[in-house]
Every structure is written in structure tokens, then in C-alpha cells.
């Protein structure tokens, strides 16, 4: 094989397989499926929290989550090139329960969700991205 033909196959195979982490990764974290029952089919509303962490089931999205708290719920969508599997989520308020708070070393207080009844997936999230903020003068 000529190396001009193994970079591309390099190039072309590069995408597929992170496409291929992607979306095992949604699998595992549970993802895909609060994508199943959570769906979200409009425009997100409310405080936007943009470069924000969180964690699915046992897997973090280290500042590649983009949350929304509005009146409906709380939208959840990961930034473009980790979208592939991470459909945009919106969560009624009635379907989360507060499990657990922790408090982490400059990160402030994170508190620990169920979503759904039975439980379909943990969640983790700052508790400042689940506050209201106070409206701009």
C-alpha cells in the first residue's frame, strides 16, 4: 500500500469511527434512551447555560453540553460534533427527581437526577444551571 492511499483511508475512515464512540457512548450513558420518551420537538426556551458539564448515566460531557431551563422542562443538547446519538432532549420538570446533592471543589453544588418513573437515567448537573436567573436590567 502507497501512503497516499493509507492517509486516505485514514480520512475516511476517521469520521465513521467517531461516529461509531458517538454513538456507543449514547448507548451506554442512556442517552439514546431518554431520547426514546424525551425527544425534544421545538426550539429550546428559557436560561441558557452554553460550554456546560454534565453527566448522562456514567458519562460526562465535559463543556460540550448546551441546557436550557424553561417553563416546560430542561432541554439538553450536546454541541455539533458530539451530536451524532445525541438527539436534543427536553425533560418535563415532572419527570426529574432529586436523588442526591454533592458539592465539588470549585464546580460549586451538583445534584444528582432520576428521570422518569421507573427510572430510565441519572443525570448530574449543576444546581445553578437547574436555579432561574434573575432577568437583566
Not at 88 to 116: T, Y
Request: hydrophobic share 45%; charged share 15%; glycine share 8%.
Amino acid at each position: 500500500m502507497t501512503d497516499e492511499l493509507i492517509v486516505l483511508l485514514i480520512l475516511v475512515a476517521a469520521p465513521f469511527l467517531w461516529m461509531g464512540v458517538c454513538r456507543l457512548l449514547s448507548q451506554l450513558a442512556g442517552w439514546h434512551r431518554l431520547a426514546q420518551h424525551f425527544s425534544a420537538k421545538s426550539p429550546p426556551v428559557g436560561d441558557r447555560h452554553w460550554i456546560a458539564s454534565g453527566k448522562v448515566g456514567w458519562v460526562s460531557y465535559n463543556n460540550c453540553l448546551t441546557i436550557h431551563a424553561g417553563p416546560d422542562g430542561l432541554h439538553l443538547a450536546t454541541w455539533l460534533p458530539f451530536r451524532f446519538g445525541h438527539p436534543p432532549l427536553l425533560i418535563p420538570w415532572r419527570e426529574l427527581r432529586n436523588v442526591g446533592s454533592r458539592k465539588i471543589w470549585l464546580r460549586g453544588e451538583w445534584l444528582k437526577l432520576e428521570v422518569g418513573s421507573p427510572s430510565i437515567a441519572t443525570l448530574e448537573l449543576s444546581k445553578q444551571v437547574l436555579t432561574p436567573q434573575p432577568a437583566a436590567a
